[in-house]
């Protein structure tokens, strides 16, 4: 199944229409949407990062999220200096100073999404009326969908897609509901080119040698979230034939590994994602 979360509904009308998507008439508190065969289903969270959080929570525990065979993808508007339809790669949350990477494992250029569409992108607190850093990006939900979502989810099961809708401004009734919902249909046909895409990609937990696996999780004190981002990473090293175990064998001859607290473990996952990608 596809999980979507919109924050407001004009962003969501688009995508509601191109998939037939109806509404449930027993959702609450928040409006939900699925298909008819039960292949998606969205809800709209509303603005700000408790709502999205809430929705997004609400939205995997609801209808049972499966790690290994789901997609989380979080669609909507943005501001940033330059129109256009981007793949986000990293989220700072303004508030906390919090950074988050989903995995960039997946290749969406034929969607539309080339490498170059990958931006970062910062979750702020209010509209912004003036963009500090003209390659970064701007909206207010995207880091508390990827915080609530990794309690249930490894990273690269989440995509964020996010339009830019305008440049930044000081009044936010300049933000109109056409003008979203206008962004929004432009970018539709890529957004369910990246959908259907989705739908064809298979996993298989068995490929990875598990007792190698548990053993790094075990040595870098790994955390929930640190299991499922150091899980992708051993896919991806099988997937390119790549070598884990002389990797760890290298870590373990620069005294890097195995660590003595979970601070040093995600910064050895670092280390492992660089020599990796």
Excluded: W
Aim: hydrophobic residues 40%; proline residues 5%; glycine residues 4%.
């Amino acid at each position: 199944m596809l999980y979507i979360v919109c924050a407001l509904s004009p962003e969501a009308k688009p995508l509601i229409s191109a998939l037939s998507l109806r509404k449930d008439p027993f959702a609450c508190p928040y409006d939900t949407f699925f298909a008819e065969d039960s292949s998606v289903v969205m809800a709209i969270s509303g603005m700000g990062t408790v709502a999205a959080a809430s929705a997004t929570t609400y939205l995997l525990t609801r209808f049972g999220f499966r790690p290994e065979k789901d997609f989380l993808v979080n669609f909507g508007s943005c501001a940033g200096r330059q129109p256009g339809f981007h793949l986000i790669n990293k989220i700072t949350d303004e508030a906390t100073g919090r950074c988050f990477f989903p995995d960039m494992l997946y290749d969406l250029s034929s969607c539309g999404l080339p490498a170059s569409s990958e931006k970062a992108l910062v979750t702020v607190s209010k509209v912004v009326a003036s963009l500090e850093d003209p390659n970064l990006l701007y909206e207010m939900e995207a880091s508390a969908v990827f915080q609530a979502a990794s309690r249930f989810i490894p990273p690269h099961r989440m995509l964020f897609l996010k339009y830019v809708s305008d440049s930044g401004t000081d009044d936010p009734k300049k933000i109109t509901a056409a003008m979203l919902q206008e962004g929004a249909k432009q970018q539709v046909d890529k957004v369910i080119a990246v959908l259907k895409y989705l739908e064809t990609i298979e996993e298989d937990d068995n490929e990875i040698d598990e007792d190698l696996f548990l053993n790094t999780f075990l040595n870098l004190k790994a955390s929930e979230t640190m299991r499922h981002e150091l899980r992708q990473l051993f896919r991806y090293a099988k997937t390119e034939g790549t070598d884990m175990e002389k990797i760890l064998d290298e870590l373990e001859k620069e005294g890097r590994y195995p660590v003595n607290s979970k601070r040093e473990g995600k910064e050895v996952i670092d280390v492992i994602r660089q020599r990796l990608i």
